[in-house]
């Protein structure tokens, strides 16, 4: 039998080819389209039509959409260039769970996959061996995407205040970080909270992490180093993807021990959030009833997700490293020779410091440039009631969002414009579904947005728009197109002779 001939792998095309695609794509789907919004001041100062606090995934994804539809954004984002979102700062995963395949922020644009992305560099073989997305690598897509649509990102702008007005705009205050903080306001028709995982609050500990002193604990969602538990006994609260992260990361660095403590008495081994994640959802989840939405999404929280199998293995492949299933802590407290004393549900553990990897809640005292709305925007609680048994604190608290994620006030008319200020961010989950949130649904979700907003720039200026039309003066005809006729003479054919 004759051998199998071995064949080069072709040469990868390079990013220049596919953004060659990208372009021609662009062209024959004639995108962006022209802006058609008429430009608007109020006492000299340009008003825009959406700016969008937030310049991660969720902000471009819509900023790029809204770009398509003809409506100009402008983003603004705290990180410095390049440093938006947690991929490059306090994700701590080696990669992303979802399947490589999926296309996220791509916008139905095959160019603008991350698959594409990574093959025009590395080729067709390196893809087929990928297995899951670096997430590094993911971060540098995400700057490409950016790059290559042109979005116009202000680094370095950290929001400090949200002021709806009753005369059609948002005063969005800033601080320009790039400039000493220097204090000015942007108007906006529309104002986006694209505010990624943080959503309305940030970081949720136990009551208990108020027992040991501030610098003996992280949580998982902030920015720091393994390298600071170099040596010491950690105990990691929770069982999740991030609790898996932070105890590799602690590990890595060389922590002496790592103990897990998990309350759950069964760690989750299913992420039933994967069997909903269908076209029907995308599009129709945000149209059922109450009591549908707060059933799917408080099965989700009962449930919860496991951790990835590849994240746990990382951590188990340590011999330090010590799993404590049904181990809640209870209390804390500074031992007399500076040990820290967790009184868990299997035992007091001594231990160096604590990682918290307990998730993120709604918290408006820790989002102050949000506190002009936050008395003002309605909560689930405000209006629903679950059934018993069904009761969730965390759903409790999310905001009620009306179609175009739009916050509604608990009293009509006490806030007004109110409804101009969007949350396109992980907290409506419950309103909208994981369209604002996930990498899987990112597209539908921005899609959706950008078109009502869109739909609503028109039908809040018909008159503009109208007398726009009455001005164009376009001509299609010269006059020079046809020559007049003679016309012919009468000849009446009914008469008889």
Same mark, same amino acid.
């Given at each position: 039998?004759?051998?199998?001939?071995?064949?080069?792998?072709?040469?990868?095309?390079?990013?220049?080819?596919?953004?060659?695609?990208?372009?021609?794509?662009?062209?024959?789907?004639?995108?962006?389209?022209?802006?058609?919004?008429?430009?608007?001041?109020?006492?000299?100062?340009?008003?825009?039509?959406?700016?969008?606090?937030?310049?991660?995934?969720?902000?471009?994804?819509?900023?790029?959409?809204?770009?398509?539809?003809?409506?100009?954004?402008?983003?603004?984002?705290?990180?410095?260039?390049?440093?938006?979102?947690?991929?490059? +700062?306090?994700?701590?995963?080696?990669?992303?769970?979802?399947?490589?395949?999926?296309? $996220?922020?791509?916008? $139905?644009?095959?160019?603008? +996959?991350?698959?594409?992305?990574?093959?025009? #560099?590395?080729?067709?073989?390196?893809?087929?061996?990928?297995?899951?997305?670096?997430?590094?690598?993911?971060?540098?897509?995400?700057?490409?995407?950016?790059?290559?649509?042109?979005?116009?990102?202000?680094?370095?702008?950290?929001?400090?205040?949200?002021?709806?007005?009753?005369?059609?705009?948002?005063?969005?205050?800033?601080?320009?970080?790039?400039?000493?903080?220097?204090?000015?306001?942007?108007?906006?028709?529309?104002?986006?909270?694209?505010?990624?995982?943080?959503?309305?609050?940030?970081?949720?500990?136990?009551?208990?992490?108020?027992?040991?002193?501030?610098?003996?604990?992280?949580?998982?969602?902030?920015?720091?180093?393994?390298?600071?538990?170099?040596?010491?006994?950690?105990?990691?609260?929770?069982?999740?993807?991030?609790?898996?992260?932070?105890?590799?990361?602690?590990?890595?660095?060389?922590?002496?021990?790592?103990?897990?403590?998990?309350?759950?008495?069964?760690?989750?081994?299913?992420?039933?959030?994967?069997?909903?994640?269908?076209?029907?959802?995308?599009?129709?989840?945000?149209?059922?009833?109450?009591?549908?939405?707060?059933?799917?999404?408080?099965?989700?929280?009962?449930?919860?997700?496991?951790?990835?199998?590849?994240? &746990?293995?990382?951590?188990?492949?340590?011999?330090?490293?010590?799993?404590?299933?049904?181990?809640?802590?209870?209390?804390?407290?500074?031992?007399?020779?500076?040990?820290?004393?967790?009184?868990?549900?299997?035992?007091?553990?001594?231990?160096?410091?604590?990682?918290?990897?307990?998730?993120?809640?709604?918290?408006?005292?820790?989002?102050?440039?949000?506190?002009?709305?936050?008395?003002?925007?309605?909560?689930?609680?405000?209006?629903? +009631?679950?059934?018993?048994?069904?009761?969730?604190?965390?759903?409790?608290?999310?905001?009620?969002?009306?179609?175009?994620?739009?916050?509604?006030?608990?009293?009509?008319?006490?806030?007004?414009?109110?409804?101009?200020?969007?949350?396109?961010?992980?907290?409506?989950?419950?309103?909208?579904?994981?369209?604002?949130?996930?990498?899987?649904?990112?597209?539908?979700?921005?899609?959706?947005?950008?078109?009502?907003?869109?739909? #609503?720039?028109?039908?809040?200026?018909?008159?503009?728009?109208?007398?726009?039309?009455?001005?164009?003066?376009?001509?299609?005809?010269?006059?020079?197109?046809?020559?007049?006729?003679?016309?012919?003479?009468?000849?009446?054919?009914?008469? +008889? &002779?």
């Amino acid at each position: 039998m004759r051998g199998l001939i071995s064949r080069p792998h072709p040469t990868p095309a390079g990013l220049a080819a596919l953004e060659a695609r990208l372009r021609q794509d662009l062209s024959w789907l004639g995108l962006p389209a022209k802006p058609w919004v008429p430009p608007r001041s109020m006492a000299g100062q340009p008003v825009l039509e959406v700016a969008i606090v937030g310049a991660g995934m969720a902000g471009l994804a819509l900023g790029a959409s809204l770009a398509h539809l003809g409506v100009p954004a402008a983003l603004f984002d705290r990180a410095p260039a390049g440093f938006e979102g947690p991929w490059a +700062t306090t994700a701590r995963m080696e990669t992303l769970r979802s399947p490589k395949e999926l296309t $996220g922020p791509a916008l $139905g644009l095959p160019a603008l +996959t991350f698959r594409a992305w990574f093959e025009a #560099q590395f080729g067709l073989q390196a893809w087929a061996e990928l297995d899951k997305i670096p997430r590094l690598q993911w971060a540098d897509y995400l700057r490409w995407y950016r790059q290559v649509l042109g979005l116009a990102v202000r680094n370095l702008q950290r929001a400090t205040d949200l002021r709806p007005r009753a005369d059609g705009v948002v005063e969005l205050h800033l601080a320009d970080d790039a400039q000493g903080g220097r204090a000015y306001v942007v108007l906006a028709r529309h104002v986006v909270l694209a505010t990624g995982r943080d959503g309305l609050g940030g970081p949720w500990v136990p009551p208990w992490a108020a027992d040991i002193p501030r610098e003996r604990w992280v949580h998982s969602g902030e920015a720091w180093e393994g390298e600071r538990f170099r040596g010491q006994r950690v105990a990691v609260i929770g069982g999740g993807a991030s609790a898996m992260d932070v105890a590799a990361t602690a590990l890595e660095a060389g922590a002496a021990r790592v103990d897990l403590l998990v309350r759950r008495s069964v760690l989750p081994t299913v992420n039933k959030g994967k069997g909903i994640g269908s076209p029907g959802m995308a599009h129709g989840f945000w149209q059922l009833t109450d009591d549908w939405k707060w059933r799917f999404r408080h099965y989700i929280n009962v449930q919860q997700v496991p951790p990835p199998h590849g994240s &746990t293995l990382r951590v188990s492949r340590h011999a330090n490293a010590h799993f404590h299933i049904g181990a809640g802590v209870q209390g804390a407290r500074v031992r007399s020779d500076g040990a820290l004393r967790l009184d868990t549900g299997k035992g007091p553990l001594a231990v160096d410091a604590v990682i918290f990897s307990t998730g993120f809640r709604t918290d408006w005292s820790q989002r102050p440039e949000f506190s002009t709305i936050a008395p003002h925007v309605r909560l689930w609680q405000d209006r629903y +009631t679950p059934p018993a048994g069904e009761e969730d604190g965390e759903l409790a608290e999310s905001p009620d969002l009306g179609p175009l994620f739009e916050f509604q006030a608990k009293v009509p008319g006490a806030c007004p414009g109110l409804e101009r200020i969007h949350s396109f961010n992980f907290v409506g989950a419950l309103s909208h579904g994981q369209v604002s949130g996930d990498i899987p649904q990112i597209s539908d979700g921005a899609q959706r947005l950008a078109r009502g907003l869109a739909g #609503q720039l028109l039908t809040e200026d018909p008159q503009l728009h109208f007398e726009a039309m009455r001005r164009f003066a376009e001509p299609e005809l010269l006059g020079d197109e046809w020559t007049p006729a003679a016309f012919p003479p009468y000849d009446d054919f009914s008469s +008889t &002779t």
